[in-house]
């Protein structure tokens, strides 16, 4: 009986042993999240590997809403170590987390971006409201004092100084924070826009909300997935269509592609930065905490993509798109990430 006893006890230490040294076992940063800030963490995760002793990371593109999903998971080698955002982290992902035993997490502001409503170059630039943007492209809108489905079918059926073209617009899905970013702007802010409706807000607020936030299924909007280069060809290869995206890639598409003016703003690095152009939203990415100093580098990535060679005005990712934060906002966050600072919701 005793020597069983003594063999089953050697068996659990040596599993678990082996667990422990499989919870040591990755030696890379991995990275989930949002399409829009990922072509900055590729660049970052090139950087960190060129110029420190670790690994490159692996950086994966999963959509905002996916990143937070995977990242709150759990913790342990299986699960990421970081997610990037295109919009703050909501309390409901954080109650996820804690659920799955997340609780240490490190919020990083990056900078900004503008979601932009652009067309090819091969037709006319369009000049666009919040409250024709919301006409065009939600399920229901205001009528005769009710609500009716959108029976637009061209932008110049909302206001005749649009163009005579069929209402077809390219966007992301909703575990796109993206998509998140572009209902609670501009959809939302073209919503309030109709007085029956803003009245409905204080009064309702879900109600209000599953109105303003609710897109069209008709084929006028279609979800074209979390690749917003894809977008990019889809409209090259659709002239008379719009694609909601990221500045940044209309920024490396300038060539071929126009972004529309919203309230009369185009979207522009200094619009965006001072909130003049009505769809600007701030950038982030997330840390967990229970893996620094389990995971190689992690405080080292968070160092090199917080310099001012990196993030700065003049730093390497605004070729890429990147609004920075003003100076004094970087400093704050510089210091608060790298003393692995708990986020405070």
């Not at 593109?61 to 990037?84: E, Q, W, Y």
């Not at 295109?86 to 240490?104: H, L, M, P, W």
């Not at 405080?299 to 003003?326: C, K, N």
Request: contains cysteine.
């Amino acid at each position: 009986m005793f020597r069983k006893l003594f063999v089953v006890v050697a068996l659990a230490a040596l599993a678990g042993a082996a667990m422990t040294a499989s919870a040591n076992a990755r030696d890379q940063i991995r990275i989930v999240g949002s399409s829009t800030v990922f072509p900055f963490a590729i660049a970052v995760a090139e950087e960190f590997g060129y110029t420190t002793g670790f690994k490159t990371p692996v950086v994966e593109s999963t959509g905002s809403g996916g990143g937070l999903k995977l990242f709150c998971a759990g913790v342990g080698v299986r699960h990421p170590d970081i997610t990037n955002a295109s919009r703050r982290i909501k309390e409901s992902e954080i109650d996820a987390c804690a659920q799955n035993g997340v609780t240490e997490i490190i919020e990083v502001k990056i900078g900004f971006d503008g979601i932009v409503i652009a067309n090819s170059k091969r037709t006319p630039r369009y000049e666009l409201t919040l409250k024709q943007i919301f006409t065009a492209l939600a399920k229901e809108i205001p009528a005769d004092g009710g609500m009716i489905a959108n029976p637009y079918s061209k932008w110049s059926e909302i206001d005749p100084s649009l163009p005579d073209a069929k209402i077809e617009v390219f966007g992301p899905p909703p575990t796109s924070g993206t998509r998140d970013a572009f209902v609670e702007l501009a959809m939302e802010g073209g919503c309030k826009k109709y007085q029956m409706l803003a009245a409905l807000k204080k009064q309702d607020k879900n109600a209000f909300k599953a109105i303003c936030h609710t897109i069209r299924e008709d084929g006028a909007f279609v979800e074209a997935g979390e690749n917003d280069n894809l977008i990019v060809q889809k409209l090259e290869a659709n002239p008379n269509a719009l694609g909601v995206f990221g500045f940044s890639f209309l920024d490396q598409n300038l060539d071929r592609l126009q972004g529309s003016r919203v309230e009369g703003v185009d979207p522009e690095l200094d619009s965006i930065a001072d909130g003049s152009y009505a769809i600007s939203r701030s950038m982030y990415f997330y840390v967990k905490g229970a893996h620094v100093g389990v995971i190689p580098g992690i405080e080292d990535y968070i160092d090199v993509f917080t310099q001012e060679a990196t993030w700065g005005d003049e730093g390497f990712l605004t070729d890429l798109g990147l609004i920075p934060l003003p100076a004094s906002e970087r400093v704050l966050v510089r210091d608060g990430a790298m003393a692995l600072e708990k986020l405070s919701f």
